[in-house]
Every structure is written in structure tokens, then in C-alpha cells.
């Protein structure tokens, strides 16, 4: 079960010696990554395993999204009937969180499966989920958790307590709940974290007793941050003081801490983040979407902050960020030669360091001991690849290719484009059946 040998591949293994092994193959056993090298000599190892031909094509690890929503799904399409948002809040009210205040459990599930699917489809093979569903909170992470564990995607879960309908405690309890079970069974599959919606819907009180599950379980709380500069404005007429601060003091900030966004950010703010080991996901699309204004990612990272790639749950396509993220920073800071390294590195490494510290899992690299995850893309290279050129191959060419295969522990989710686990038109078909419920709900919905 879950023996796996993938050949006939240009291997990619983006590991600590960045080898590019033309020829090559992946052996993976009970799930994990046994050998990479020639397929000469790694199939030796192989008598018996089921194998998956590259057909020499591309084998990378499977990609990472450290921002996720997976019940972001309805929105597409949804008729706002005439309602324009001019900015952030606006946006967040009439749609985001009167969608987020509609779903029920089908529709947590609904939405879920096809944000998957495209997680597959796009070779994003773990993610880390920010849940919110004002109105079905007891027992919505148990929700995701069937739809990701059905799709074989790994999965860190949180929902994101707030105060805004006044449920904040119902969230806390969800957490804790999910937590206990989670920690309880600890697996290469899902893993909690507690989550925070953003400074500027939550109380103190809300805020000390999610930093304070946080802390008695030992996990990382997962929030937003500083999308907006009206957070900061908040924080700084209601609390006197700027929303890293006001975290800190809570005890929200330590090694195991994801922050979404952090765009407003001042530079004592950068400091006190980089000093507690705080982790940063950049969601560059999402944000030109919403005219929130460019993260200053290099100061950030500069500061030593490790910074990785969510896609705040516009799609599940991670190249794509990174490459959003790169012509962001140049578009902003009119500076051609701008973050073009660093955004692939917050593809490539990043997002595994920060899913290491939420999860402890080891994922995007192929090498011995990481878990099996690789996919194969239809990439034939129309100019000389090796590993000090990667990048520019990743930017221009291999990101944008199809994925064939998605391997996930050593099992297949994808084959040549077919999603094996199940019907992929059946599943799409009961997610636009429920959608379609759904936006009538949303319609009637204050
Ligand atoms: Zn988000």
C-alpha cells in the first residue's frame, strides 16, 4: 500500500543540494520518500512497487498553499446584485462575511470539494485552511476534515474566531475541539491550528483566550493581519496601540504563528515579528484584487521573517502566486530587477518551513524521509534546464504547464488529468446543485 516508483522523469528535487537528475526516479514506500536518483539504479530497489511513468515530463514535489479558504468556492460567480464595493470593509460586508454568515454544513462541504479538485488539478498537494461560517461553527472543522481527507490533500485546519455576530465563544469551543481530537491522533494528514479572524473583529477577552488555547495545546495561531490599513486605524484608535503590538501583548506572537497578509506593517512591527520567529503568508493576488496595497516583502524578509504563499483562496494554483508575487513587488517599487529569487524561494522553501513548524510535517522536497508527494508536469524544456536556471524555467514555462500526475503519500489522486479517488464530473455537479441553493439563501440574506 502506498508503495510508489515514478520514472522515466526529469526529476526536480528542490532539496538541500538542489539536484536536477535528467533520466530519473522517485521511489516512495508506505508513503514516504525512500530514494530519488537514475532510475537505473533506483529501480533496482523497485521489484514489485506499482509504477507511474513520467514519460519524461517534470517530477517536482507537490506545491504548498500556507493561506487557504476553501469555502471561498460559492463566490464565484455570485450575483452582489448591483452592490459595488468601494473598499476593503465594504468588501468584507457585503460579501465575504455575509457569505461566510450564510453556510450551513452542505454548503461547507460543497464548496470545499471543489477548491480540492483544483488543489489537485494545480498538484497543490497540502494546504492550511482558514475557516469561517459565522452560523454552523460547532463541528465545521470536522466538515473539512472529511472533504480534505477525501480528497487525499494534507491539511492544516483553524476556524477564524471573531466577535462580529457575537459567537466568538462557539469558535473557541470549535478550536478546542478540533484541537484535542487532532493532537490526540497525531498524522501526516491533518493538523490544527487555533484560529483568529484580524484584530479589528475581536475583543481583548477574544483575543487572550485564543492566545491562550494556543498556548495549552502547543500549536500556532493562524490569523489576518494588517490586510487593510484600516486594521492598523482601528487598533490605533480603539486600542492606542498598532496591531502587532496589541498581539504581542496578548501573546499571540511566537515561533508557531501565521500571519496573513501583514501589508501595513511598520518596521518596529517587522522587528517584534522577526524577534518572536512569527511566519508570514503573502497572498499577492488576492491582495491586487482587493486594492489592499503591496506587502513589503522584502523588508520583511530581510528582517529575517520567514515569508511563504497562500492564494487567500482565489484559486489553488501556487506558481501563479509566485509569479504574481515577484511582478508585484517590481510593478510597486518600479524596480525590474525586484524579488524575482525571493518569491520562488517563498514558493519553494518557504512554504515547507512554515508547514514544518504548523505540522511538523516534512513535504516539498523529494528526498529520503519526506513525504511522498511529487507531481508530474507535461514541461518538455525548450532551452537547456538545470538547477541554477530553474527559476526562470518555474516563472515562464513549467508553471503554467499542465499537471498529469498528483501523487500524495505514495498514492495517485491524479492520472494523466483523471482524478482517481472519485467522479470528478458527479462531484462538480452536486457542488453547482448546492451552490445554486445557496446563492438564494445569500440573496434573502441581510
Ligand atoms: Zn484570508
Known amino acids: 500500500m502506498n508503495d510508489l516508483l515514478i520514472d522515466n522523469a526529469t526529476v526536480v528535487t528542490l532539496d538541500s543540494q538542489r539536484r536536477i537528475v535528467p533520466g530519473g526516479a522517485v521511489l516512495i514506500r508506505r508513503g514516504?520518500?525512500?530514494?530519488?536518483?537514475?532510475?537505473?539504479?533506483v529501480s533496482?530497489?523497485?521489484?514489485?512497487?506499482?509504477?507511474?511513468?513520467?514519460?519524461?515530463?517534470?517530477?517536482?514535489?507537490?506545491?504548498?498553499?500556507?493561506?487557504?479558504?476553501?469555502?471561498?468556492?460559492?463566490?464565484?460567480?455570485?450575483?452582489?446584485?448591483?452592490?459595488?464595493?468601494?473598499?476593503?470593509?465594504?468588501?468584507?460586508?457585503?460579501?465575504?462575511?455575509?457569505?461566510?454568515?450564510?453556510?450551513?454544513?452542505?454548503?461547507?462541504?460543497?464548496?470545499?470539494?471543489?477548491?480540492?479538485?483544483?488543489?489537485?488539478r494545480r498538484g497543490t498537494t497540502t494546504i492550511v485552511d482558514h475557516h469561517e461560517s459565522q452560523s454552523f461553527q460547532s463541528g465545521s472543522l470536522d466538515v473539512l476534515q472529511v472533504a480534505v481527507q477525501k480528497a487525499g490533500v494534507r491539511a492544516v485546519l483553524a476556524l477564524g474566531v471573531s466577535d462580529r455576530y457575537g459567537r466568538a465563544r462557539e469558535g473557541i469551543e470549535e478550536?478546542?475541539?478540533?484541537?484535542?481530537?487532532?493532537?490526540?491522533?497525531?498524522?501526516?494528514?491533518?493538523?490544527?491550528?487555533?484560529?483568529?479572524?484580524?484584530?479589528?473583529?475581536?475583543?481583548?477577552?477574544?483575543?487572550?483566550?485564543?492566545?491562550?488555547?494556543?498556548?495549552?495545546?502547543?500549536?500556532?495561531?493562524?490569523?489576518?493581519?494588517?490586510?487593510?490599513?484600516?486594521?492598523?486605524?482601528?487598533?490605533?484608535?480603539?486600542?492606542?496601540?498598532?496591531?502587532?503590538?496589541?498581539?504581542?501583548?496578548?501573546?499571540?506572537?511566537?515561533?508557531?504563528?501565521?500571519?496573513?497578509?501583514?501589508?501595513?506593517?511598520?518596521?518596529?512591527?517587522?522587528?517584534?515579528?522577526?524577534?518572536?520567529?512569527?511566519?508570514?503568508?503573502?497572498?499577492?493576488?488576492?491582495?491586487?484584487?482587493n486594492a489592499v496595497g503591496a506587502a513589503r516583502l522584502l523588508e520583511l524578509m530581510k528582517e529575517g521573517i520567514c515569508v511563504g504563499l497562500g492564494t487567500d483562496g482565489m484559486s489553488s494554483d501556487m506558481p501563479s502566486q509566485a509569479r504574481a508575487a515577484y511582478l508585484l513587488q517590481r510593478h510597486a517599487r518600479r524596480d525590474p530587477r525586484a524579488a524575482f529569487a525571493e518569491a520562488c524561494g517563498m514558493l519553494l522553501e518557504n512554504n515547507a518551513r512554515i508547514i514544518e513548524k504548523a505540522a511538523g510535517w516534512k513535504v516539498g522536497a523529494l528526498q529520503k524521509g519526506s513525504l511522498g508527494d511529487a507531481i508530474v508536469v507535461r514541461y518538455i524544456p525548450p532551452t537547456p534546464l538545470n538547477a541554477d536556471n530553474f527559476y526562470g524555467h518555474l516563472m515562464f514555462g513549467l508553471g503554467q504547464a499542465s499537471v498529469l500526475d498528483t501523487?500524495?503519500?505514495g498514492e495517485i489522486l491524479m492520472k494523466k488529468g483523471r482524478i482517481l479517488r472519485f467522479d470528478e464530473q458527479e462531484v462538480m455537479g452536486k457542488a453547482r446543485e448546492t451552490a445554486a441553493k445557496f446563492w438564494k439563501k445569500f440573496e434573502n440574506a441581510n
Not at 514516504?32 to 539504479?41: F, L, M, R, Y
Open 175 to 289: 478550536n478546542e475541539r478540533f484541537i484535542k481530537k487532532s493532537t490526540a491522533f497525531p498524522s501526516d494528514w491533518i493538523a490544527p491550528m487555533a484560529g483568529l479572524h484580524a484584530s479589528f473583529t475581536v475583543e481583548e477577552d477574544t483575543l487572550r483566550a485564543v492566545s491562550d488555547l494556543a498556548r495549552r495545546y502547543g500549536v500556532g495561531v493562524h490569523a489576518h493581519a494588517a490586510e487593510d490599513v484600516y486594521d492598523q486605524s482601528h487598533c490605533l484608535r480603539r486600542y492606542k496601540k498598532r496591531v502587532l503590538e496589541r498581539f504581542d501583548q496578548a501573546g499571540l506572537l511566537n515561533g508557531k504563528t501565521l500571519l496573513a497578509h501583514c501589508i501595513h506593517v511598520n518596521r518596529s512591527e517587522m522587528r517584534r515579528m522577526a524577534e518572536k520567529g512569527v511566519s508570514v503568508a503573502h497572498n499577492p493576488e488576492s491582495n491586487m484584487n
Open 407 to 409: 501523487v500524495s503519500g
Open 32 to 41: 514516504v520518500i525512500e530514494e530519488v536518483g537514475p532510475s537505473a539504479k
Open 44 to 120: 533496482k530497489k523497485a521489484e514489485g512497487v506499482r509504477r507511474l511513468d513520467a514519460e519524461g515530463n517534470v517530477v517536482l514535489p507537490g506545491y504548498i498553499c500556507v493561506h487557504h479558504h476553501l469555502y471561498s468556492t460559492f463566490s464565484r460567480g455570485i450575483s452582489l446584485d448591483g452592490y459595488a464595493p468601494r473598499n476593503f470593509s465594504q468588501i468584507l460586508k457585503g460579501l465575504w462575511w455575509k457569505l461566510d454568515r450564510t453556510l450551513q454544513e452542505q454548503d461547507i462541504l460543497w464548496s470545499a470539494y471543489p477548491s480540492l479538485v483544483e488543489c489537485i
